[in-house]
């Protein structure tokens, strides 16, 4: 069942970045596209806490992949908006840096925290991503729209 989950997220995420990212950036701007697919990704994760029927999950998962969409997508379209053309290689390369190393942070933390304070109770790891994720679409509304 982990594995249509996974599935139905990847595959939501793939059509999300090819038709719903652009149609929702052209009529919200990027930086509230990004908002919001954060919040679908914060709402999915958050379900996992209330959702008892396993196919319901589907839905959580659809959510999830919008968000995984915009944060492959969005952050990097609102960046190379804002950006000197001469020099895009060289800000893209140092704000990739700075998407991999809290993810590497996490991969290397997170289980020690899980143990640490939920060592039975692992769905709280659902929560603490959907409360980051409502964090984060919080400060992406603090960046200024690229023009354009």
């Keep these: 069942w982990v594995g ?15 038709t719903l990212l652009p149609w929702l950036a052209a009529r919200m701007g990027k ?15 958050g379900s996992f806490l209330v959702i008892r029927d396993p196919q319901w999950l589907i839905a959580s998962e659809i959510g999830i992949g919008i ?6 997508a969005m952050p990097y379209a609102i960046l190379a908006s804002s950006l000197p053309q001469a020099k895009l290689g060289i800000f893209m390369g ?11 942070l996490v991969a290397t933390v997170m289980g020690s925290l ?35």
């Design 67 to 72: 968000a995984w969409a915009s944060i492959l």
């Design 94 to 104: 140092l704000f990739n840096v700075f998407v991999v190393l809290p993810q590497l």
């Design 31 to 45: 930086v509230r596209t990004h908002a919001l697919c954060l919040l679908c990704g914060a709402a999915g994760f």
């Design 114 to 148: 899980l143990k640490a304070f939920f060592p039975t109770e692992p769905i709280w790891t659902m929560a603490f991503a959907a409360a980051v994720l409502a964090l984060a679409a919080l400060a992406t509304l603090r960046v200024p729209e690229p023009t354009s």
């Design 4 to 18: 249509v989950l996974f599935a139905v997220y990847n595959g939501v995420a793939a059509v999300a970045a090819l």
